[in-house]
């Protein structure tokens, strides 16, 4: 048995790297998955709710914060492309004479664009 290898055979010869190819198996799991949900996010479209004046945002806010229930905030605010963000889920922890505190995030009564009751639906009732 000899360690020298013939060049002159074809299969050295005619071979064809693939090129990048051959690296797309090293992609790991988790990188593949945080570009999907990225992708996701930038192709997603969160509709535009109708602009609710002071007094109706305040009224459903004092209900909501009265009766221990939760809301759903969709905030003035769009992103570079002009998409609104996710609704800013949670109870009203409290206020004061610039915003409310929805949890643990602080929002400006000028940021909120609409304001809704939210129905949370317990996964064992589904």
Not at 76 to 102: Q, S, V
Request: aromatic letters at 14%; charged letters at 35%; a negative charge.
């Amino acid at each position: 048995m000899t360690d020298h290898i013939d060049l002159s055979d074809p299969y050295f010869r005619e071979y064809e790297d693939r090129g990048m190819k051959k690296w797309q198996g090293f992609f790991l799991a988790e990188h593949t998955a945080s570009v999907s949900k990225e992708n996701k996010r930038l192709h997603k479209k969160v509709p535009q709710k109708r602009k609710m004046t002071a007094g109706e945002i305040g009224q459903i806010c004092e209900f909501a914060f009265n009766n221990d229930r939760q809301i759903s905030l969709q905030l003035e605010i769009k992103d570079t492309e002009g998409k609104y963000f996710d609704d800013t889920i949670g109870f009203i922890e409290g206020f004061d004479e610039l915003g409310y505190m929805i949890g643990d995030t602080k929002v400006h009564y000028d940021e909120i664009r609409n304001v809704e009751l939210y129905d949370f639906h317990k996964w064992s009732r589904v």
